[in-house]
């Protein structure tokens, strides 16, 4: 077999840019056209959004060539029960493929091994129950009916949606001590995981042949400084590189990457930040003002629709960071 030449994307012209969105944008003619998608942290909030815009995106009729997308759905996060109530709500929203997975991705021991269950669950083309535990063997399969029994064939695209993360410890870094346990457990979830995750799906879907798209649920946290955020911002400055490289990598197959900043959502996150008295005067002053006195949030629903509309649009350079505000600058926050 000859060996693939690897594609140097750091020189890739718009054109060629284009190239790479083209199978995330239409079907074959007369065909339908395979595609999954891998949302973490979908047992709620943005994630949950998320997962729903990608059903009512992937499995519209299309207009132009007569052909139907075919969507499986792998939704990873903490609670079986949230996760099955994602489901249920994208299978309400048109003809869908769910496969679950409850795994904290936190967990480096198993990490590994939830990974391989997340490409055996995307690109096998046998059938797969990823509803257990990601350490558990797996079980018999369930019913054809079941959110998390999926008979698939082989996909077509897949689109990796890295939505997982965690706010960390609020205090300024200049003023109180992090404990390295500290340090690590927010890095093992927001970085590690993440990176080994992308890297596996590159890898794997490069071997394939098969087109991949890497969205990293971002924030402007990533490349601006909020006082008492020290674990969020350098954990979201990290995964905007980590996804900044996968667009310049030499790889066999070009990735689509995106860094996607959703806005400020009324979220359990968000709640949390509201509800503490460490956070620094400037974010504490913009969320309590914009947000919460004013209801200037962003609804989930309209950011996840937003991502992909930023995902399939080329003049967004692969690999750059976009606010959700550039898309929808009806919600963004008075200056």
């Known amino acids: 077999m000859a060996e693939i030449e690897p594609v140097d994307k750091s020189t890739l012209d718009e054109e060629q840019a284009g190239e790479t969105l083209a199978p995330f944008l239409r079907s074959a003619a007369g065909q339908a056209m395979r595609t999954v998608c891998v949302v973490t942290g979908a047992s709620r909030g943005f994630g949950r959004a998320v997962a729903v815009a990608a059903v009512q995106q992937y499995t519209c009729s299309t207009a132009e060539n007569g052909g139907k997308t075919s969507l499986l759905l792998v939704l990873v996060g903490r609670t079986e029960e ?35 269950r997340l490409l055996d669950a995307a690109l096998s083309s046998k059938t797969v129950d990823t509803s257990a535990a990601a350490p558990a063997p797996a079980p018999a399969p369930a019913p054809a009916s079941s959110p998390c029994s999926v008979v698939t064939s082989a996909p077509q695209r897949v689109l990796l949606v890295n939505n997982a993360a965690s ?80 667009a310049v990598d030499p790889a066999p197959l070009a990735v689509r990457s995106i860094n996607f900043g959703p806005g400020i959502m009324k979220t359990a996150m968000q709640a949390q930040i509201r509800d503490s008295d460490r956070i620094g005067s400037s974010a504490g002053a913009f969320l309590s003002d914009v947000v919460w006195k004013k209801d200037g949030a962003i609804p989930t629903h309209v950011s996840a629709k937003a991502l992909f509309e930023v995902l399939h649009d080329p003049i967004h350079k692969n690999g750059s960071y976009v606010d959700v505000y550039s898309v929808r600058p009806e919600y963004a926050p008075p200056k």
């Open 82 to 116: 949230g996760l099955r109530e994602t489901a249920v709500l994208c299978e309400a929203e048109g003809p869908v493929e769910v496969s679950v997975l409850a795994a904290d991705l936190g967990s480096m021991d198993i990490l590994d091994l939830t990974v391989d």
């Open 167 to 246: 706010l960390g410890s609020l205090h300024s870094l200049s003023a109180t001590r992090l404990s390295t346990a500290q340090v690590r457990s927010y890095m093992d979830l927001n970085v590690t995981s993440c990176m080994v995750l992308s890297n596996a799906f590159a890898v794997e879907c490069g071997r394939r042949e098969i087109p991949l798209a890497v969205v990293n649920v971002s924030s402007l946290a990533a490349v601006q400084p909020f006082d008492c955020f020290g674990l969020y911002c350098v954990g979201k400055a990290a995964r905007a590189m980590l996804h900044a490289m996968l």
